[in-house]
T-cell receptor, first 113, second 110 residues
Framework: NAGVTQTPKFQVLKTGQSMTLQCAQD?????MYWYRQDPGMGLRLIYY???????DKGEVPNGYNVSRLNKREFSLRLESAAPSQTSVYFC????????????FGPGTRLTVL | RKEVEQDPGPFNVPEGATVAFNCTYS??????FFWYRQDCRKEPKLLMS???SGNEDGRFTAQLNRASQYISLLIRDSKLSDSATYLC???????????FGSGTRLLVRP
């Protein structure tokens, strides 16, 4: 039982490049989330998916797109990376859409040059 | 004003000490409260939920003060392994949306 897994662990991009961050959970959770964490700031929600086939914008969605591929997988895409997107990205999941415990993946450290 | 505010620390305490952190929240309609723990370069993990009546889990005690809009975390008999950043988390309306504080760093020294 791996919980929440994320790939890659580290990535360096040049401005304007694109990439997709992958996330998968094996806990049969309905809800999945993408957050970013920057120094001195709390985690901020980028996008949220309440269930397979649905996605909603969070606090900081600009510059990102998401896909809930199936119940297990939720990917985050940067179409044209900018230095302001340098951050640590965490994927999380929870059983349902309420304020349940959210289980986080190990994170992806992204640097945009 | 930030929705959830925490003293960033670090709090530097010796093993065996008792240490307390406070966290203030701005929205009086906040419904649920949590403390998460985050080790250096790791993911956050739920430490405990905070109930209106207060709750205790071993050496950890969480309290909620709705009138003054703050929650607290008390750690007794600190261990080296307690060294981490403690994140205060607030939920506004029983939805999915969690508001995270920026964290309080604790260093426990031998």
């Amino acid at each position: 039982n791996a919980g929440v897994t994320q790939t890659p662990k580290f990535q360096v991009l040049k401005t304007g490049q694109s990439m997709t961050l992958q996330c998968a959970q094996d806990m049969n959770h309905n809800s999945m989330y993408w957050y970013r964490q920057d120094p001195g700031m709390g985690l901020r929600l980028i996008y949220y998916s309440a269930s397979e086939g649905t996605t909603d914008k969070g606090e900081v969605p600009n510059g990102y797109n998401v896909s809930r591929l199936n119940k297990r997988e939720f990917s985050l895409r940067l179409e044209s990376a900018a230095p302001s997107q340098t951050s640590v990205y965490f994927c999380a999941s929870s059983e349902d859409r309420g304020p349940d415990t959210q289980y986080f993946g190990p994170g992806t450290r992204l640097t945009v040059l | 004003r930030k929705e959830v505010e925490q003293d960033p620390g670090p709090f530097n305490v010796p093993e065996g000490a008792t240490v307390a952190f406070n966290c203030t929240y701005s929205n009086s309609a906040s419904q649920s409260f949590f403390w998460y723990r985050q080790d250096c370069r790791k993911e956050p993990k739920l430490l405990m939920s905070v109930y209106s009546s207060g709750n205790e889990d071993g050496r950890f005690t969480a309290q909620l003060n709705r009138a003054s809009q703050y929650i607290s975390l008390l750690i007794r008999d600190s261990k080296l392994s307690d060294s981490a950043t403690y994140l205060c988390v607030v939920n506004l309306d029983s939805s999915y949306k969690l508001i995270f504080g920026s964290g309080t760093r604790l260093l426990v020294r031998p």
